[in-house]
């Protein structure tokens, strides 16, 4: 039967009724229990957990109404149905006083055996419902629990009634900060009963700037009670209880409570469902960067064609009319500053070609020490000046293309050139290029005090250049702008540099890092993977 693993306590003192009362129910398929005492049918239920007690009203130790209420107040056995049974007390005023004591039924001997039996059957099927109703609660209340979105939950008047972990979590109110944060304690219970208001501090606009909304959206709901209508926000900020704000997204949806209502009853409440908008709007600005660099990559990219098209034209004509004109002087000495104007467009186009990774290179396996040594023979460095040198003896080769590895060195060192050369002068200054062999072991990732354009170098095996000056440094606003293109803070620069040296790394799977703050100097180090020999 349906029935064969339904378990069933029989409480009587009366052995033939306990017995004959056991018999019919096993003859049904249930599993019986039988007690005799009200300290017996407490322990067995607390022991066992039935499925339904049927409970004799008089008994010789605790009457059967006080069983009930008992059992009914105990958490344990509290969801147990429980029926009286007498043969004496069968009054109306007996039965209310039963079931005033929590009994879910009340039966009088004699009874009739097929009616005994249903509604035996229909005990178990209520017991069912509930219990199916309890099981679906749960399931509903870890759902919420783990969901990713805050939920909250008010009552009609727009107190808290249900707060998920989530919700919680995006308030900052951890097991560790509640009770520095007006004593709300881990469990949601301590919200509860709290104007939602007062919970949740709206503003409009996600910037945290605008003007705050504490009954704004949930207020005008709170008051308008003829709308099944969800209010959405898409832009919002959360006021925290730090007093800090993160940006949300939330949707306020009336809760409906009986479906055959009119436009003018009340509500049963709202629920509030917020959505942490702070990784989203990170990869948001993180895929419009990526994309403004594509977009200046390609706009560079066909500038830097048309430039070298037109200066290969304008050098060659040039340097034709020179060889026409002569002896001429003053008409060469023109001629000479057009080509070396040409000139220097060209080498800016192929710094552009560079930054675009679209210029020709032929790799070779070189150590970056020896283009250090190489740059600073030139007269890049001013007199006066003294460029440190800490170069790693054992550095392992790079695998890139030489005029390029010049280009990395050059553009790092006159950026710290230049950077020294703006600072105060009663500094001294200071500029150190050192090498290293760098293995990451794991992804490593940018450092809080760093800036870079990615998020970790991937493992492996790199050559370490780091060009340290402790010049002016770089304002916060202008560090995220570093490696734009024609981005520059000086009157005479192009703005290449750092671009260049990106655009360069990039093709060879390198990565950049900026160190740097106003009056503290700036630090680029640049990894290059590492060419291991053998």
């Known amino acids: 039967m349906s029935e064969a693993k339904t378990t069933l306590l029989v409480t009587d003192d009366d052995p033939q009724i306990r017995f004959a009362t ?47 209420r008992r059992l009914k107040q105990d958490p344990r056995t509290e969801d147990i149905p429980i ?67 805050a939920v909250v939950a008010t009552d009609e008047a727009g107190r808290v009634s249900f707060v998920n972990r989530s919700a919680r979590s995006l308030l900052g109110l951890d097991a560790g900060t509640l009770e520095a944060a007006g004593g709300v304690g881990a469990a949601s219970e301590p ?61 306020v949806t009336p809760l409906d409570m009986s479906p055959g209502r009119r436009a003018t009853d009340r509500f049963g409440g709202f629920v509030i469902v917020l959505r942490d908008m702070s990784a989203f709007l990170e990869a948001q600005k993180g895929l419009i960067e990526r994309s403004r660099q594509e977009v200046a990559r390609s706009i560079t990219a066909g500038l830097a064609h048309n430039i070298n098209n037109l200066m290969t034209v304008v050098i060659g004509n040039a340097d034709h009319l020179a060889d026409s004109i002569g002896n001429d002087p ?54 006066g000046l003294h460029v440190e040198l800490d170069l790693a003896l054992d550095l392992e080769d790079a695998h890139l293309d030489p005029s390029q590895a010049s280009t990395v060195v050059y553009n790092l060192i006159r950026n710290a050139v230049e950077a020294v050369g703006d600072a105060s002068p009663q500094r001294r200054s200071r500029i150190v290029v050192s090498t290293r062999n760098i293995r990451f072991d794991r992804p ?40 734009e ?43 290059l993977p590492a060419q291991r020999s053998g």
């Open 191 to 251: 919200l509860v009963g709290r104007p939602v208001t007062e919970v949740l501090r709206i503003r409009r606009g996600g910037d945290g700037h605008a003007e705050e909304t504490d009954v704004g959206i949930l207020g005008e709901l709170l008051r308008r009670p003829g709308s099944t209508e969800a209010s959405e926000v898409h832009a919002a900020s959360l006021l925290l209880p730090t007093g800090d704000t993160r940006p949300v997204s939330l949707v």
């Open 83 to 149: 029926v009286l049974v007498s043969g004496t007390r069968v009054t109306s005023s007996d039965q209310a006083i039963g079931l005033e004591r929590l009994a879910d039924g009340y039966i009088t001997r004699p009874y009739d055996k097929t009616e005994f039996l249903a509604r035996v059957r229909a005990m178990l099927r209520i017991r069912a419902a509930e219990q199916a109703l309890r099981d679906q609660r749960e399931r509903l209340r870890l759902i919420l629990a783990h969901i990713g979105d």
């Open 485 to 527: 293109p024609f981005y520059t803070t000086r009157f005479q620069g192009r703005g290449m540099g750092l671009a260049v040296v990106l655009g360069i790394a990039r093709q060879y799977a390198g990565v950049i890092r900026v160190q740097s703050a106003p009056e503290r100097g700036t630090t680029v180090r640049i990894y």
């Open 330 to 383: 003053g008409l060469y000495r023109w001629i000479r500053d057009i080509l070396t104007s040409a000139h220097r467009a060209s080498d800016l186009a192929s710094e552009m070609m560079m930054y675009t990774q679209s210029a020709i290179v032929r790799p070779v396996p070189l150590c970056l020490n020896d283009t250090v040594r190489d740059t600073l023979t030139t007269d890049l460095v001013p007199r």
């Open 444 to 483: 490593d990732p940018t450092p809080g005090a760093e800036f870079s354009h990615v998020d970790v170098i991937p493992p492996g095996g790199y050559v370490l250049l780091a060009v340290e000056d402790n010049g002016t440094g770089m304002e916060e606003e202008t560090r995220p702008r570093i490696f």
């Open 22 to 68: 056991a018999r019919q129910l096993r003859a049904e398929g249930y599993t019986v229990l039988e007690e005799e005492t009200g300290e017996g049918c407490l322990r067995t239920a607390r022991q066992r957990h039935p499925d339904l007690i049927l409970l004799d009203v008089v008994l010789p130790d605790v009457e059967g109404p006080d069983v009930c």
